[in-house]
């Protein structure tokens, strides 16, 4: 790795579908998405296609701070669009990397049905 | 009825491979597949997507693969059952068993090798209250039979490429179409989507975009189907049919019922031979989980192999295998 001293803390909150929440510490420099981070915190998210945004099982509603990520791309605004109970904030965690833009922000698991 | 040595369930990958690996042992295949066509996540979910790990080929996609494996097992002259789910899978009192599936059909098996992935695909189904009570009287979420809708009023939910090219078919069968999006745009093929904007335009099809569908009246059958467009108005459309096209996502469905040991959503297995706590009855693939399980294909294929050694002992209980390559014995078709 290279110099660690710069390493960009980032913290959110995460909801599951049970609505129990949990504070999420991770790095921004990590090139993880919020679908791997939400995992390994024990978050139970299915990610069938494993990344592709191609089975819509780890869609995740932003309850806060939508603005700040980066409009979602074609595969994954094609994906949301085939999940009918995806709504505004509606976002696939695997299409979207860590960075310093998700501190503070709210994320909550959607049953992906 | 249907006979067979082995019934497999599940036609992707692993399933399609299991023919191989049983026939070569002269073992006989019937395969059961709720889609209605093979392949399980490689054909419904990455069909186009290249692979690079399978052994051999340095990348395929999902289709070349399936086209190969169902090249592979061609000599072998499996069975399918394609469409239909297995909903139970009985023992009989000589040991073999009865499997019965979603539309009735029943095959007699001396093994049963669950290769069912994920689970079955299935339609995704929006949130809407009452829905299911409505299925089969005016809900349908697939449109098998184009010529059902003629006639009558429709309602189609969804913006995806299903909804779209159904929208379409039925725009010339049903009285009434109506079409209702999420979103103000579609993705979908451009010349679809065209298509679409022009039937709306000339007053063919009734468009609402930025809406979804909220609720369903009826006594006792569909009657109307309550739609709510973004920061406006509520409508009721009268309705005779309610078709949400969301494309289809796996569930495990009827595997976790029958009584084998299971680990979350996954059937235990041994390492040995892949046999599940039931006798004769084996899972493969996607289905299983044991200490070191990995989901890839080639895992799946190595199981496939074991399983019908471990199987040949129930269909040829008077013969002992003999251990040959292929490149020895060749495939020996039947
Ligand atoms: C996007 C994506 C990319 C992938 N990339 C790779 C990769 O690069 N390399 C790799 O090795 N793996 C990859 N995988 C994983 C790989 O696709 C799976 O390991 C593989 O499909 C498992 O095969 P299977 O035959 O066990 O099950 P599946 O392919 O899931 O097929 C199971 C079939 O069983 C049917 N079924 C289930 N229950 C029933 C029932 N009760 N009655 C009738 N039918 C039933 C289902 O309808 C389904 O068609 C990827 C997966 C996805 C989604």
């Known amino acids: 790795m290279g110099s660690m001293h710069s390493e960009r803390k980032i913290e959110f909150k995460a909801y599951d579908t049970d609505g129990d929440w949990r504070i999420v510490e991770a790095s921004a420099d990590a090139r993880l998405s919020l679908m791997d981070i939400l995992r390994s915190n024990g978050f139970d998210i299915k990610g069938v296609c494993g990344g592709l945004a191609l089975c819509g099982t780890c869609i995740v509603k932003v309850i806060s701070g939508t603005g700040e990520l980066a409009p979602p791309n074609d595969d994954e605004a094609a994906m949301l669009e085939m999940l009918p109970d995806a709504g505004t904030g509606s976002r696939l965690a695997c299409q979207l990397p860590l960075s310093l833009s998700m501190n503070e922000m709210v994320f909550g698991l959607q049953n992906y049905e | ?334």
Not at chain 2, 71 to 90: H, K, M, N, W, Y
């Open chain 2, 1 to 334: 009825m249907i006979s067979t040595d082995i019934c497999v369930i599940g036609a992707g990958p692993v399933g399609l491979f299991a023919v191989f690996e049983a026939g070569l042992l002269k073992m006989r295949c019937h395969v059961v597949d709720a889609l209605t066509q093979v392949g399980g996540q490689l054909t419904e979910i990455y069909p186009r997507k290249p692979i690079y790990d399978i052994p051999g080929y340095p990348e395929i996609t999902g289709e070349q693969l399936i086209g190969q494996l169902m090249a592979q097992i061609a000599p072998f002259r499996p069975s399918f059952t394609l469409g239909e789910r297995v909903e139970q899978v009985d023992k009989q009192p000589d040991d073999t068993f009865l499997l019965t599936t979603s539309a009735g059909t029943v095959i007699s098996a001396g093994v049963v090798v669950i290769a069912g992935g994920l689970g079955c695909f299935e339609p995704r189904k929006p949130a809407i209250p009452d829905l299911q009570l409505y299925e089969g009287k005016g809900v349908a979420y697939s449109v098998r039979d184009p010529e059902v809708f003629r006639g009558r009023q429709v309602v189609i939910v969804g913006g995806g490429d299903s909804a779209l090219d159904w929208t379409l078919v039925l725009t010339g069968i049903a009285d009434k179409v109506t079409l209702v999006h999420r979103g103000n745009t579609f993705r979908g093929a451009p010349d679809t989507a065209g298509k679409i904007q022009e039937l709306a335009s000339a007053g063919k099809l009734d468009l609402i975009t930025r809406a979804h569908a909220t609720h369903l009246t009826g006594a006792g059958r569909l009657e109307r189907v309550g739609v709510s467009v973004y920061g406006g108005e509520s409508l009721l459309i009268p309705a005779d049919d309610f078709v949400p096209l969301f494309g289809l996502t796996p569930k495990l469905g009827p595997i976790a019922e029958w009584g084998l040991n299971m680990d979350k959503d996954a059937v235990s297995v041994t390492t040995l031979d892949y046999s599940t706590s039931e006798k004769r009855i084996y899972a493969i693939g996607d289905i299983n989980q044991y200490p070191g399980k990995l989901k890839l294909i080639l895992c799946g294929f190595h199981e496939a192999a074991l399983m019908a050694r471990s199987a040949f002992q129930f269909i040829y209980p008077d013969q002992r295998i003999n251990f040959k390559y292929t490149t020895v014995y060749g495939i020996n078709a039947f």
